[in-house]
């Protein structure tokens, strides 16, 4: 998975399975990490940086160093691999939302997420492939086909999530950031379907069922992906209620949760499901019903370990990032002069613009004409920053256009390597200045205000709950005036979120606690007094 360069000359080890190459490539690699701690820790308040800017000049610095210590050789101290992506970096990221998420946000705005995470992916890949497909061949690029161009459009199409959680915060911008957050999610799950679906289907001999059988596939990927999750998540609450492992070690809960969660998003990626969606999901599961079951010392450990682990994949994956843009061999193997890059680039990234722009304000449009509640319209200013943060693009988009490299032909390699060249420059410059401007940008457009007490919302739940009584006599209100209780069809039908959320409560509370346990569950210990959370 990572591939080390000598650095120095060969010395003499009295371990024979160590080289020095691997010793100083570590050491190397560590001290960025390090370094990317304190920087981030003293450069807090700042507002125009974060922590996966500052990865990123890291890793652009090594790799400036490499390059002088290797005379402009090569920077391959390490390098960035879509397997050590997938298959170890992004896991605990993701987990990690699922797990931190704030649940009653996420799924309160679970309509608008999917919107924006499905069918404004599906928009910006159709927008950014036909414009390829356009402006690309005009500069001057032929070797590419159908194919490719498609390809192009699900690899751009995918947004940088960790980038965007670092920026926006739950606390201070709760609707903003399930937005943006959820639809990250999706949005990545979206954008790999879309581009496995795309080397997997046959253009050659394309018909009218190609978008059927790519629309089947991802329903099948969501559907599939999102129930395994599920039932992993209800399998480690399960197997916690019943064990009670607590009792003799607590190391033991912390590994079988961590070993359940990424054994979720191995068996996804061996059925070729969403790994993604599926250890989301579980995330979600194991901090409603498995956080729960296990000790008080237990759950301060788990949330601070996910988190941690987290933290250290996000900053490992930006320094990668910062130091494979200065991969010499990539480069000088897409033999395209100056010129050529940048226009590529820059028109790559237009259409980035162009094909974020098309769904975020036509469908947050919609859904103010649906829903006309105050309390729910994304305003003007809202869906502004919401099509502003989804414009950085990261570490998915580096995977993805090596992963398409690699399924290239030898005769389309120069080509292969501008496209791969291209997408880190929409990367870096994405990350750098989006990133940096966006702290400051939501400030200025939406500034904070002292959140009042809402006592509209806790009425609403209140008068709801009256409305959903089983009797459908009148409701009799302390004013002497009598509210007739709607039918539970108009109630789902005029206020759709909480009307579910009400009827899974009740369904939670009855059916799915005494089974997988969750909140307020009291662990049974043999031979001693029950411990109470």
């Not at 799950?189 to 629309?215: H, P, R, Y």
């Not at 599961?285 to 079951?293: I, K, Q």
């Not at 843009?325 to 613009?353: R, Y």
């Amino acid at each position: 998975m990572l591939a080390m360069a000598l650095l120095l000359p060969p010395f003499h080890l009295s371990t024979p399975y160590l080289s020095t190459s691997t010793i100083v490539a570590l050491c190397v690699f560590f001290t960025l990490l390090g370094t990317c701690v304190i920087i981030g820790h003293l450069l807090e308040e700042n507002r125009w940086a974060n922590e996966s800017i500052i990865a990123l000049l890291l890793g652009l610095c090594a790799g400036t160093v490499v390059l002088f210590v290797t005379n402009f050789q090569s920077t391959k101290i390490l390098i960035f691999s879509e397997d050590l992506f997938f298959l170890y970096l992004l896991p605990p990221i993701i987990f990690n939302a699922g797990f931190q998420v704030k649940k009653k946000q996420f799924f309160k705005n679970f309509t608008i997420i999917l919107l924006f995470g499905v069918i404004g992916t599906v928009i910006s890949f159709c927008l950014i492939s036909v414009g390829a497909l356009m402006l690309i061949q005009w500069i001057g690029m032929a070797n590419l086909g159908i194919k490719d161009y498609l390809a192009i459009g699900a690899i751009l199409s995918a947004t940088d999530s960790v980038c965007t959680l670092q920026v926006l915060n739950q606390d201070e911008t709760p609707l903003l950031y399930s937005i943006v957050f959820g639809e990250g999610v999706v949005n990545d799950a979206t954008s790999i379907v879309l581009f496995n679906s795309v080397q997997s289907l046959d253009f050659s001999s394309s018909n009218s069922m190609t978008a059927l059988k790519l629309l089947g596939t991802f329903l099948y990927l969501f559907c599939t992906s999102t129930a395994l999750g599920i039932v992993v998540g209800l399998l480690s609450a399960y197997i916690m209620k019943k064990l009670y492992l607590g009792r003799h070690s607590t190391d033991r809960e912390l590994a079988l949760m961590m070993l359940l969660a990424y054994l979720s998003y191995m068996i996804a990626e061996l059925l070729s499901l969403s790994g993604i969606l599926t250890i989301f999901f579980c995330g979600i599961v194991m901090s409603h019903y498995t956080w729960h079951n296990v000790t008080l010392s237990s759950r301060t450990t788990t949330k601070h370990a996910f988190a941690t682990l987290s933290f250290i994949a996000e900053t490992f994956i930006f320094i990668c990032v910062g130091m494979d843009a200065l991969d010499i061999d990539k480069w000088k193997s897409s033999k395209g002069s100056a010129g050529i890059s940048v226009a590529v680039s820059s028109t790559l990234f237009a259409l980035v613009l162009i094909g974020r722009a098309a769904f975020v304000f036509p469908i947050a449009y919609i859904k103010n004409r649906i829903n006309t509640r105050e309390n729910t319209r994304i305003e003007f200013r809202s869906q502004f920053i919401i099509w502003w943060a989804g414009l950085m693009r990261g570490a998915v988009t580096i995977a993805l256009s090596y992963n398409q490299a690699k399924a290239k032909s030898t005769s389309s390699t120069q080509d292969s390597a501008l496209m791969i060249t291209s997408s880190i420059i929409v990367v870096l410059f994405s990350t750098v200045v989006f990133g940096s401007i966006t702290k400051p940008l939501i400030e200025a457009v939406q500034p904070r205000h002292p959140k009042p007490p809402s006592f509209a919302s806790t009425d609403n739940i209140e008068d709801l709950r009256f409305l959903l009584l089983e009797n459908n006599g009148p409701i009799i209100q302390s004013n002497n005036q009598q509210i007739q209780r709607k039918s539970r069809i108009s109630m789902l039908i005029s206020h759709p979120s909480k009307t579910v959320h009400y009827f899974w409560r009740k369904f939670d509370d009855k059916f799915m606690r005494p089974v997988f346990g969750g909140r307020g569950f009291v662990p049974l210990v043999p031979g001693g007094a029950a411990e109470i959370f």
